[in-house]
């Protein structure tokens, strides 16, 4: 069983940046690829970003390229999402997920999930 527990979410202005985190339990942490996904009021939950388990291979959806990156600390049991440029339109409850296996943009490769922590970016 993992547990997986996101922090660092809030209320910011646009144009200012956030670093989320989420602490997982569990001897294995280092073998899972993680994931973020985020779910905006109305909206389907969509993919932000996965990290493999040694860390070495990241992907990020194209809408938070070049603003957004995923990175873990695996002496930490720890992923993370740091979040540049913030736009009104990534106000969404963020979600960070682990998975057995390889890497996955798909929420339904995802096993494990956190409670989610509120990102609002006001405009």
């Known amino acids: 069983q993992v547990q997986l527990v996101e922090s660092g979410g809030g209320l910011v202005q646009a144009g200012d940046s956030l670093r989320l985190s989420c602490a997982a339990s569990g001897r294995t942490f280092s073998s899972r690829a993680m994931g973020w996904f985020r779910q905006a009021p109305g909206k389907e939950r969509e993919f932000v970003a996965t990290i493999a388990g040694s860390g070495g291979v990241t992907h990020h959806a194209d809408s938070v390229k070049g603003r957004f990156s995923i990175s873990r600390d695996n002496a930490k049991n720890t992923v993370y999402l740091q979040m540049n440029s913030l736009k009104a339109e990534d106000t969404a409850v963020y979600y960070c997920?682990?998975?057995?296996?390889?890497?996955?943009?798909?929420?339904?490769?995802?096993?494990?999930w956190g409670q989610g922590t509120q990102v609002t970016v006001s405009s």
């Open positions: 997920a682990a998975t057995w296996g390889p890497s996955s943009t798909r929420s339904n490769d995802y096993a494990y």
